[in-house]
């Protein structure tokens, strides 16, 4: 009959709308991430990118405005107020890795046209965001509860291993 | 000395051994024309040499450590007081002591007051030893002292205040040297050299007069580097040179005095009539002008107050310390020499003399290392080691000091053989 | 003397006098090099990790430290740079909601700084990229810089014997900025407390911050005007005393108290010899000093 095949023609629909979230996102999402791009003292971090958006629910807390998200902050709606998703989501894609390198910081001040003169730095980005909330929130704040230390950073520190002769 | 006097042994006081036939020797007026067992037990039996040996004994090997070893072996190696007692004492302290070079020099030569000539040598000398010793107490205290001619030589910053103290310090010490050189040359014959000399004494005294000015007035300068480290009774913005420079003045004729009179006690073999029977209305003179200079010292340290307004800190515990110093070190002694000046108590200026001295020595002290950093908790405290040398090298100071009283015509006239005794030796 | 000797000295003085050039005219002054680097440091953001103090140990390439960086039993105590440390951090306990506060201390490069006005050797040097830096080879160890620095900030080796040296932080200048690169502890900061910049940038973006976020700063940046303004500046949560730096330095660098001393001091060398010339002619009745004249003899004062 005509009914029971609208019935299941619908049911399927919404069984299919129920599991597609409806902002898009899913396809995009990663549910863990690997912050490798500033390695060198300390081992990589293998982020849990899923269990953050669980707990935050309001990808704004981390990514400011480019996931299309409603602006809220009284300073950036002067501008923001509008702005949808952006293209560049990721952390790297817009703080610097090397935000101090004469490159970095000529193209910073030659163009007119920029405002966020005082952007972070991509390990600025990171430690802030992250271990700001984590403050905030009671979670992990010690260097090495996020990433080991490898052995050049014991070296650094003089510490571990490595130790020199101390004075 | 009194014991070979007693026996009528001669002591060296001219050049010829017989007049107009042979000259004493170097080595027999290095020896004061005692032979060498009479010399070495006369020196055995002053029992201030037995603490000066003792002294050595502990301090030479330290001092000589000092350069091996480093800074870090003799001070406390502080980074918040890396001026110490070397400079603090040796430095900042003897210099202002040994002003007695410029003034007596200016008052001679410029002003004219011969009646001042017993007692200018031994002004002249005790300035040359002192500013001498300081410089050797800067090469103590120096990270590398085998450097100290690079200011003059090979690199330069001319706008900083050090670098006129060292060019200055350099050329004064030139200018004394010659006018001390004066009565060497007698000592030793050379009448060209002395000639030399005379001719060119006036252009020294006023040489003396201009880098004295600046150098001691450049001491305190240094200080204007680090206006908040020294407490603000003893620091001035505008007057912290000009009241370095006049305090000096009463240091250096009051070191005369000092100096005069233990001579007056203790070496009565060597000076001479000329010197003993004016020696008192010379310290009256000096006294009279050391009165002078500290009455002006008081005035522009009041000044000084008034023009920053420093008046609250008199109230603190640091002030307590401020008027105690200029109580006793300024207010008492000028009051003391008024009193003494006109009743012609010699005893008493002599006395007050003294207290000058401890008062100038305690600004210095205070300005540099007592006061300093104020604000912080820590107080300078020197390494035990740094006391010893400190004190070491002040004692090779009293005994080249003597040395060159024993031997050199300060206190006495030296005769020659072609002028008499009464005739004065200024040419 | 004779008059003409006293004419002749006068003329000499007066030549020698004029000789001194004038460099600044009423009304000129001196900025500071245009593009003088310098870094904005941010204490709201500091966290005490010692990051900075471990990179600036292995960049200069200073001895092992008494304790491993990452040890923070050190801030127990207050610590100054040291001939081994040319940056600490030190932690204070404030108000603000018992958070404690972390502050990095090094040398502060400051525009006119005082170590350079006090050295006699020439031995530092403000270069146009603004770090303040030293030359061993010519200082002698005077250590009138130490005394002079209004911050306290140069180390000296004592421990060594032969070649004792002032130690102090030079902005990474030999290794790093002469080659456009920034400092080692600017770049392993964490927490971006260190942003780096060209000196006047900085100034602007650390009054930006201020503004954007109201109460989060003091409304003040230190080493803006301080000692004639410093190269490394501040901005801080709480206010500036309460976290050991000096409020009362004012805004005069060191040189402005010795300008008054070192103006006289030509004019000394010009004006004393004519005047003790003078007051000689005067108090010998303009007669010349003659030998032949006998002085008098002791008594009268």
Known sequence: ?????????????????????????????????????????????????????????????????????????????????????????????????????????????????????????????????????????GAPTGCQDCHSRKKEGDALYDAAKYVRKLR | MKKLKAQDAKIIDSLYKVPGKNKWSLKEKLLLGLTPRQYVSQALRNPLNWLFAIIFAIGLPILAGRFFFGL?????????????????????????????????????????????????????????????????????????????????????????VLFLVAWHVAIYLSVQIAEVSESFFEWIGFSMGKRAIRNITLGLTIAGIILSTLHQGALGALFTYAPGKVHPLWYSASYQWLNFFVSSMPAGLCMVIVVSSIVSKTMAWRYDENFIKNLDQLTITLARGAAMCLATYFTIKLISLAHDNKWEYLVSGWGVWYIFEMGAGVLLPLLLFTSAIKNNKVGMIRVTALITIFGVVLNRLNTALITFNWKMAERFTPHWREVVITVTIFTIYIVVYRFILYRLPILYRWKTADENALVPFTE | MKRRDFLKACTICGAAASLGFSRQAWGVSFEGYPDRMGV??????????????????????????????????????????????????????????????????????????????????????????????YNPKVCIGCRACMVACPFSIPGYSYSSAFNPVVKKCIFCYDTRLKYGKPPACVEICPQEVLTFGRLNDLIKVGHERIRQI????????????????????????????????????????????????????????????????GLHLLSNNGKDHDNSIPHQEGAEP
């Open chain 1, 1 to 137: 009959m005509n009914t029971d095949r609208n019935l299941l023609f619908g049911g399927i629909l919404m069984i299919a709308l129920i599991i597609t979230p409806i902002d898009g996102r899913s396809q995009d999402i990663p549910d863990s991430i690997n912050l490798d791009s500033l390695v060198q003292y300390y081992e990589m971090v293998n982020f849990d990118h899923a269990k953050h958006v669980g707990l935050s629910k309001d990808c704004a807390v981390c990514h400011h405005h480019t996931t299309g998200t409603a602006v809220e902050s009284a300073i950036c709606i002067r501008c923001h107020k509008n702005s949808g998703a952006n293209a560049v989501v990721s952390c790297r894609g817009c703080h610097a890795a090397r935000p101090f390198s004469a490159e970095t910081i000529n193209a910073n001040r030659q163009n007119p046209l920029t405002y966020h003169k005082d952007k972070v730095g991509l390990r600025g980005a990171y430690h802030q965001s992250c271990r700001g909330c984590h403050v905030q929130y």
């Open chain 2, 72 to 160: 870090s072996w003799v001070t406390e190696s502080s980074y918040d007081y890396p001026w110490g007692l070397f400079l603090g004492f040796g430095l900042f302290t003897m210099v202002p002591l040994s002003s007695s070079g410029f003034q007596l020099g200016t008052a001679v030569e410029i002003f004219g007051r011969h009646d001042l000539e017993p007692i200018e040598r031994l002004a002249l000398l005790n300035g040359l030893l002192g500013y001498f010793f300081a410089v050797c107490f800067l090469l103590a205290d120096l990270g590398q002292p085998w450097r100290l001619p690079y200011p003059m030589l090979f690199s330069f910053g001319p706008a900083a």
């Open chain 3, 40 to 133: 904005l440091v941010d204490l709201t953001r500091c966290i005490g990790c010692r990051s900075c103090e471990a990179a600036c140990n292995k960049e200069q390439q200073l001895s092992a430290p008494a304790l491993p960086f990452d040890d923070l039993s050190v801030f127990e105590n207050k610590r100054r740079p040291t001939e081994w440390a040319y940056t600490v951090v030190n932690r204070y306990e404030t108000k603000k909601e018992g958070v404690p506060v972390y502050r990095k201390v090094q040398c502060n490069h400051c525009n006119e700084p005082a170590c350079l006005t006090s050295c006699l050797v020439n031995a530092y040097t403000k270069t146009k990229e603004g770090a303040v830096i």
């Open chain 3, 214 to 277: 109201p109460g989060k700063y003091i409304d003040h940046i230190y080493g803006e005007k301080e000692m004639g303004g410093t190269g490394w500046i501040y901005l801080s949560g709480v206010p500036f005393d309460q976290i050991g730096f000096d409020t009362t330095l004012g805004n005069e660098p060191i040189i402005s108290n010795v300008k008054e001393f070192l103006a006289f001091i030509p004019m000394v060398l010009a004006i004393w010899p004519a005047l003790f010339s």
